[in-house]
Each structure stands twice: as structure tokens, then as C-alpha cells.
């Protein structure tokens, strides 16, 4: 979809006609009182989320990405009310192309705060964006994007910005999965398939061109996917995690303080872990994993991706979910999933009491989000569940990341 013409996408000027118009000198008076102002406007309502970026273009001005390194979600309302006096902005999802004489005259109103000893990650963003290099063969726009209140979302389809904003809150942990509707539905429609390279990402129309480009220059440009999302690492390193392989990692992912990464786990975007995990399996979409859980090798959890499912799966702390194994249903603290063994909930299964006696027939959807139970095989191959007398319990040296 064309940057231009997106209804939630507003190109601004380089003067923007402002009302009762101030003089900045300088002072915490002047920017308490323009944050005043904003707030008086008929209409304004403070964004949920907001953030400064940069993104790419294709040839058309098709944006391509959004990278955000300081999103903000209901936090830092006064930065947001400043940059909305700048863009025009009073509610709802938006984003904004900036030039860079607005992103200084940004940075302008928060002149106030400089060299008085205490943190300011915002102006810290503004500050280097501010030296990004800009001419007329430049594929990059500097945007302000917002994600504004829930009943204020309509139907308009979120632009690119809005829906990398929202990506890039997921993996800053600044939002939980299934908290702020990234759901398949509402973002793979509005996302282009991107060609994801050494040189940044590449629109697919243009990618083999830049790579005879290359090679006539005696260069090679790595191609490293093609999919509508990147890998997380490129945009962002969660604090305290191992990741073995970026490329298992899809922007979005909630990666959790002290989880480890092997080389043939998975993690999809608006999934994720709580805390200390071991994923050596597949974490799909909507799929959250509780803290001292483990993912053995090839073990699966059932997203709502693809297939038509509707249903959210969890898991538990403590949990797990042995190699080449798999749930369909969400699973509570303390439970074991045997190797090899995939539960569905419409499966047939035998209930045991914790001596195996047979105390009834079932199907497994009765028991999603239980704790304390082992599903496993019997001999005759009957699936079959029990209480769990077993407890789970990670390597310590594996998660000290």
C-alpha cells in the first residue's frame, strides 16, 4: 500500500500553523505550559503507544519496515503530547513522514532538560536520529507513529509503521502477547513480502537488480529471507537471553530474562517466554510460555497461525513438553508431556489415579490449563493421563543469561 495514500498515514510540512503560538526560551515553565496546551485541544487524547523511527521504502514510497528503538506504551505522555503539537496529531493510530527540520524543532521543546544529570531515552532517540544523512536517493523516512487508545481503533487497516511499533513493543517486553491485537488477521494483509538482506530489507521487484548491482561492483549482497517479517535481532536484543540462531526469532517475539534459545527452537511473533525457559521446540503464535518451562527438541505448540484455530494456548511454569512431543491445549504449573506424545483436544483419554488405576474416559479439552499432570502413552499405546509426581527443574548454569 502506497505511503501516500493510506488514510492513516499524513504527510506534514515544514511549518505546522500552531495556535496561540510560544516562545521557547528554555525553561520547564515554557514546556509545561505547550504540554498544557496539547491537552486543552478539543479532541486529544493521549496514545496508548508512540515512537520516532526510521523506515524503508521501495522505489513507490511503499514503506517496507519501521524500526523503533524507544517505544513507548502508556509511559512518557509529555513527549508524546510535544511531538503531537508538531504533527498535527490528536487521537487514534497515525503516523507522520518527518523532515529533519521538524524532527530539530522536535528536539527543539525538550531543550529544557539538557545537562540536568537524569536519563532522557527519548531525547537520547531524537538526538541520533536527528544525524541520520538525508539526500534525494535516500530509501529512509524519518516517522512519528502512535497507537492510540483501543476505542478509538476503527477499521482502518494500521499502516506499516503502526504495525512495527506495535512489533517492536512486543520484543521490548513492553507488552505481553495477546495484549494490543497483533493477531495474523490484522497485520499480514497490510505487511509486504520484503526481501531481507546485508544491505537492509529490499523490496522483492528490486532485490534481483541490487544483486547484479553487487556483483558488478565486486560485491555479494546476502539475502537472508524473504518473508513479511524479519528476524528479531535485527531490530532488537532482549537484555539477559542466548539466542543460537537470530533467524528462529520473528520481530514481535516477547523473549523472557533468563530463556535460552537452541539452534532449533522457534520463536513466532506475539509469542513468547516469561521468563527462565529452555526452547528447543516451536513457541507459535499467540502460544506464551511460563517461567521454568522447557521446549524439548521439535516440540510443538499449537498457534492459531493457520488450520483455523481459534484457541490461545499457554503453558504453565514449570511445564514440560518432551522431544517431538506437542499440545493443542494450554497447560497449567508442574505438567509433563511425554516424548513423542501430541495431545489435541479432541483426543480420547484414559484418566489413571496416581497408583494407574483407570478411573474414567475423557477428552483432553477437559483438562486445558490443569496443573499438575503427566500425559503420556500406555503400553497397549492408549493415551492416557495422571497426576505428575515429577517435578521439572532447569539448569541454573543454562539460564544465567
Known amino acids: 500500500m502506497n505511503a501516500k495514500t493510506h488514510p492513516g498515514l ?148 494500521w499502516s506499516v509503521p503502526e504495525i512495527y511499533l506495535r512489533l517492536h513493543l512486543l520484543s521490548h517486553r513492553k507488552v505481553l502477547p495477546n495484549e494490543i491485537g497483533v493477531t495474523p488477521g490484522k497485520i499480514m494483509g497490510q505487511l509486504p513480502n520484503v526481501a531481507w538482506t ?12 541490487r544483486i547484479l548491482a553487487a556483483r558488478v561492483a565486486g560485491n555479494a549482497l546476502r539475502v537472508y529471507g524473504v518473508d513479511r517479517l524479519p528476524h528479531m535481532c535485527d531490530y532488537v536484543v532482549p537484555e539477559g537471553v542466548r539466542i543460537a540462531d537470530s533467524a528462529r526469532v520473528r520481530l514481535g517475539a516477547y523473549v523472557g530474562v533468563g530463556t535460552t534459545m537452541m539452534p532449533s527452537g522457534f520463536i513466532n511473533f506475539n509469542a513468547g517466554t516469561r521468563g527462565r525457559a529452555m526452547i528447543e521446540g516451536r513457541v507459535s503464535q499467540g502460544v506464551i510460555v511460563g517461567d521454568g518451562s522447557d521446549l524439548g527438541g521439535g516440540a510443538s505448540t499449537q498457534g492459531t497461525m493457520s488450520g483455523g484455530s481459534n ?72 493415551l492416557q493421563v495422571c497426576p505428575n509426581d515429577k517435578a521439572v527443574v532447569l539448569n541454573p548454569l543454562l539460564h544465567s543469561n
Open 10 to 157: 499524513l504527510f506534514i510540512s515544514t511549518t505546522l500553523e500552531r495556535g496561540n503560538s510560544m516562545t521557547n526560551n528554555g525553561t520547564r515553565a515554557y514546556f509545561d505550559a505547550l504540554v498544557a496546551k496539547v491537552h486543552s485541544y478539543d479532541g486529544y487524547r493521549d496514545p496508548y503507544g508512540f515512537g520516532i523511527g526510521i523506515c524503508h521504502v521501495d522505489e513507490g514510497e511503499n514503506f517496507l519496515d519501521g524500526y523503533f528503538a524507544l517505544p513507548n506504551y502508556m509511559e512518557n505522555l509529555a513527549t508524546a503530547a510535544v511531538i503531537a503539537e508538531h504533527t498535527g496529531y490528536r487521537r487514534g493510530n497515525a503516523t507522520y513522514v518527518l523532515t529533519l527540520q521538524q524532527m530539530f524543532m522536535i528536539r527543539e521543546e525538550f531543550r529544557c532538560f539538557d545537562g540536568d544529570g537524569k536519563p532522557h531515552p527519548n531525547i537520547d532517540v531524537m538526538d541520533s536520529i536527528k544525524r541520520v544523512p538525508k539526500d534525494s536517493h535516500d530509501r529512509r523516512k524519518l516517522v512519528a507513529t502512535f497507537i492510540g487508545h483501543p476505542e478509538d481503533d476503527d477499521e482502518t487497516p
Open 198 to 209: 546485508s544491505e537492509g530489507p529490499i523490496a522483492t521487484n528490486e532485490v534481483n537488480g
Open 311 to 382: 484457541v490461545q494456548v499457554s503453558i504453565g511454569e514449570r511445564t514440560l513438553i518432551g522431544a517431538l512431543a506437542g499440545t493443542g491445549i494450554s497447560l497449567g504449573d508442574d505438567c509433563i508431556v511425554a516424548a513423542g506424545v501430541y495431545i489435541m483436544p479432541s483426543n480420547e483419554i484414559t484418566v489413571r489415579d496416581q497408583n494407574g488405576a483407570v478411573i474414567r474416559q475423557a477428552k483432553v479439552y477437559e483438562f486445558s490449563g490443569q496443573s499438575g499432570l503427566k500425559f503420556n502413552r500406555g503400553e497397549h499405546g492408549e
